[in-house]
């Protein structure tokens, strides 16, 4: 009898209740993508169908509404997180205008309609059109899923977002506190100071919090999750305690720890993967559960003013969209791609109703319009997002990346277990994405009598390499060699893998006078022309703050220039960390016209070399966060200069708090009698003698 209880519904018994969703969750998106229906369609509507306006299969309990929460919050603080800074600053400007023409065109327009057409008071025609302007990005999973996140149509939008969104809520709170009396200068004061101290705490406290845990709880990487979302919480219910949507703080808790949490790491991976496939259908399945298609049924009257709700609020978004592509020359895609990020209304729309109905302001007929927007908005966002997205990423696929060389392929020799996750938290960050290559860690056994013995130990060792690689979702291929000697092993690997670039851990001392590093590492640079990257990692890659790159005199001139280049770009973009980049004059001016150019795009600055006494003395302005890289130079090329055989050295005992890679460009095989150094017209200048 009990249990005949339990299948009554709606259901009541947790277990069934969670058991249930998470079938949805799994089914729903499966049976539509085979019929070309985008998943988050098959979510929405699941939960229409399950939700008390449909079989009231569920109800929507505090449960589903907890959930639903924490789904929202996750998609806003998904959108902070994986937006590129470095655009998003850059184009900090178009995402105030297009949040201006998103905001004031919906508001302009069915204000003139509701108040004008419809006769609704001056106050409610305003409410009611401010719901327009709003917009939640319920088809963000889809942009991200196909690799369009630093597309500025993208960064555009999720900027406007905020604009949009914040000027909405803050309608709202005017007209709240309007049909409260207490619109009053204290009002306006209480306000203003509350925002300043919500943003403070979030831009700049949780930052440094953040920085400081990860430095101390480096190994658990559980606890890093935790307090990742712990703050993204705290951020959320601060900002209701300023007086705007928890929303608004999720999103700045994403921009907070945009920096300290790497696009390719095992951390972002857990935080994508928990919600893409947990929290964020919760929420849609909960925005199904309100809509209710019956109100479509109860007169012409609640017919028609959905309808007119409907039309209005997608057409002005699009409308928002054509003008913000016609002032910034986007492509029609784009445009497109900007109308479907904009014109689903869930969350935002949803509090600015149903505030105005408590207080009287809306009648129901337009709360039952609102609802049915809800469905519509969300399903005309999907699709029109998942047709527009998969175009613009065939477009951009189609687009050859700036790359005069093969596919990079990383090798990671590795010796020390101790060093196997930071070589491979770095591999993964200098991997580059447009190219599918997997990362080649590589074990070297001496061919003796211990040789079986060995590479068994070397495997187990690779295996943890492998485990702690897949937490990042990346490809890795493990190598294994039995050679007469470890430099010969890792010469045979890079030849029959056609490695591109060859990543050391080092332990930094200093072994023999005669030898820059040691036998292994001073063969490998004498046999090799593939660039070499040389690294002490002394804190965790992501509290790095800036990337100080000392520059020799005449680097630009080297085969290697442009990989290097790159390399540095992308372990900026995936740090979060800005690039100070010491040089000489005519070098500098080479950097700019480089960086200027660069995908994806770096922020950088440009001091003057140090002098070598400078360098020793620690006399260049390097902080303790600070990632020194020294671009080197093997002997007998263009770059050449003695100084730089002593800079590991340098680095080794006046920078020891310092992570550091010394970094060998990539030389032609026959550096000697090749055209590029004989027509650049520098062979018979004075070479730079003083510093680098």
């Known amino acids: 009898m009990t249990l005949l209880l339990k299948l009554v519904p709606p259901f009541e018994d947790p277990v069934l209740i969670f058991t249930l969703v998470l079938l949805i969750i799994l089914i729903a998106p499966i049976i539509l993508n085979k019929l070309k229906i985008p998943g988050i369609v098959g979510l929405i509507l699941a939960g229409v169908i399950v939700g008390p306006n449909g079989f009231n299969l569920l109800l929507r309990d505090s449960s589903i509404i907890l959930f639903g929460t924490v789904g929202l919050l996750y998609i806003m603080f998904l959108a902070g997180l994986e937006i590129d800074m470095v655009d998003f600053k850059k184009n900090r400007n178009k995402s105030l205008v297009f949040g201006a023409f998103t905001f004031l065109i919906p508001i302009t327009v069915g204000t003139v309609i509701f108040y004008y057409i419809m006769e609704y008071e001056l106050i409610s025609a305003i409410l009611l059109s401010s719901m327009f302007s709003s917009h939640t990005l319920i088809s963000y999973p889809i942009v991200s899923r196909l690799g369009l996140t630093k597309n500025e149509a993208v960064t555009v939008t999720i900027g406007g977002t905020i604009v949009t969104d914040t000027a909405v809520l803050l309608v709202l709170a005017v007209v709240a506190g309007g049909a409260a009396g207490n619109l009053d200068a204290w009002y306006w004061i209480k306000l203003a100071i509350s925002l300043t101290i919500f943003g ?272 990042t979702d990346n490809d890795v291929q493990l190598v294994a060699k039995i050679d007469i000697n470890i430099a010969s092993g890792i010469l045979r690997a890079i030849k029959e893998l056609m490695i591109t670039e060859v990543l050391l851990g080092w332990n930094a001392k200093i072994t023999t006078r005669d030898r820059i590093f040691g036998t292994v590492l001073d063969n490998l ?77 770096v922020d950088a600055t440009y001091v003057p070399r140090p002098s070598m006494a400078e360098f020793e003395q620690n006399q260049t302005g390097i902080g303790k966060d600070d990632m020194v890289v020294v671009i080197s130079a093997r002997k007998g090329t263009v770059s050449y200069n003695g100084v730089l055989d002593t800079v590991p050295r340098v680095l080794s005992r006046n920078y020891k708090d310092n992570s550091f890679i010394i970094l060998y460009p990539e030389q032609y095989p026959n550096m000697y009698q090749d055209n590029q150094y004989k027509t650049t017209g520098y062979t018979n200048e004075p070479r730079e003698i003083e510093g680098f």
Request: glycine content about 6%; hydrophobic content about 50%.
């Open 200 to 471: 403070g705490i979030v831009m700049f406290v949780f930052p440094r919090l953040a920085s400081w845990f990860f430095k101390q709880i480096e190994s658990e990487k559980g606890a890093q999750y935790i307090f990742v979302l712990t703050l993204v919480f705290a951020a959320a219910f601060l900002a209701e305690l300023a007086g705007v949507e928890a929303i608004i703080g999720a999103f700045l808790a994403g921009l907070a720890l945009n920096t300290l949490i790497p696009h390719s790491s095992a951390l972002m991976n857990r935080i994508e993967f928990v919600g893409n496939n947990i929290f964020i259908p919760f929420f849609l399945i909960n925005v199904g559960m309100i809509v209710d298609l019956s109100v479509l049924f109860r007169g012409p009257e609640a017919l028609i003013i959905a309808g007119i709700i409907v039309v209005v609020a997608l057409s002005t978004k699009y409308l928002a969209a054509w003008v913000t592509q016609k002032v910034y020359g986007y492509s029609a895609t784009q445009r497109d791609l900007i109308f479907g990020l904009s014109s689903a209304h869930a969350a935002a729309t949803l509090a600015v109703i149903l505030v105005g109905y408590n207080l009287g302001i809306i009648n129901e007929e337009a709360l039952n319009g609102t609802i049915v927007l809800i469905l519509v908005s969300c399903l005309v966002s999907s699709f029109v997002t998942e047709k527009v997205a998969k175009k613009q990423a065939i477009i951009e696929s189609r687009r050859k990346p700036d790359l005069s060389q093969k596919p990079d392929r990383i090798l990671v020799p590795i010796a020390n277990p101790k060093n196997i996750e930071n070589l491979i938290d770095l591999a993964v960050m200098l991997r580059n994405p447009d190219y599918q290559e997997p990362i080649y860690p590589l074990a070297v056994v001496l061919d003796n009598e211990q040789a079986e013995e060995e590479i068994y130990k070397k495997n187990k060792m690779l295996q943890e390499a492998i485990t702690y690689a897949s937490a």
């Open 525 to 601: 640079l004498e046999n090799t022309e593939q660039m070499i990257l040389v690294c002490k990692i002394m804190q965790p890659l992501n509290t790095t703050r800036r990337i100080v790159v000392i520059v020799p005199a005449y680097a630009e001139l080297e085969r290697g220039y442009l990989r290097w280049m790159r390399t540095v770009s992308i372990l900026a973009t995936q740090l979060g960390a800005k690039v100070v980049f010491m040089a000489g004059h005519r070098t500098m001016n080479n950097l700019k016209s480089t960086v200027k150019g660069s995908k994806p795009a």
